[in-house]
């Protein structure tokens, strides 16, 4: 089953609003290509100004995380609907808030679940600490991450479902995973996936660079890369773009 090439920019808590539109105008300058989904997440504050920027080209935009409730008393949160009148994706279980917010897997399954009744596409991140893979259990615990995320999550159709190995050690320290360890992971979460497992697309993150991207892609279970530093240097994520 062809499965289509997803690059993903997570901007983080990154970008006052004019660096906002200056860099989304530079995004503009991507050459479009019909096999590959370019999504930017810019800090949600940012994202209708930044979406205005990028109508009607072929840059997505979504936000970088959204509650698993629809409505009511969730001071600072930002309901799946809300996010949905700007774009159509929406990231969950980034480990930044697994650490920093105390996200559970089950909170981040019914993220997702929300997000999708919603009609948004969620990018699921999952991924081991150093201390996990070098105890060597990091398939057992990504494992449990990807069960978790798919109890909330039981009949939706894998091609809808978006998965992104992010080991934890490798993002934003510069330290990559192998390509081959990415492809052996990326392979293992379509396996666990079970049935459903062809449709869905696994993204590799963590130290995404224009330079070593092109080793991630060309591996069968690879569908993409969540980028988070290099997206925010127009030539880097641009470059990123062109080796698809
Ligand atoms: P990085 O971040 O590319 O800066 O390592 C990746 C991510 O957190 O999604």
Redesign the pocket.
Known sequence: MARRVLI?G?W?MNTSRNEALALATSMLKRHSSAEVDCVIFPPVIWLEAVARVLAGSSVQVGAQDCSSEARGAFTGQIAPDMVRELGNWV?VG???RRRDAGESDQLVGRKAAAALQADLTPIM?VGESLEVRESGNAEAFVGDQVDAILAENTSTPGDRLVF?Y?PIW?????R?ASAEDAQTMAAFIRRRVGARGQGVRVLY?????ADNAPAYLVNPDVDGL??????LKADQFLAILAAC
């Open positions: 993903a997570n983080k990231i980034h480990s930044e991140c992104a992010e490798a993002i934003g320290t510069g990559s993150g963590g130290s995404v660079t969540l980028v988070g530093g290099a997206s």
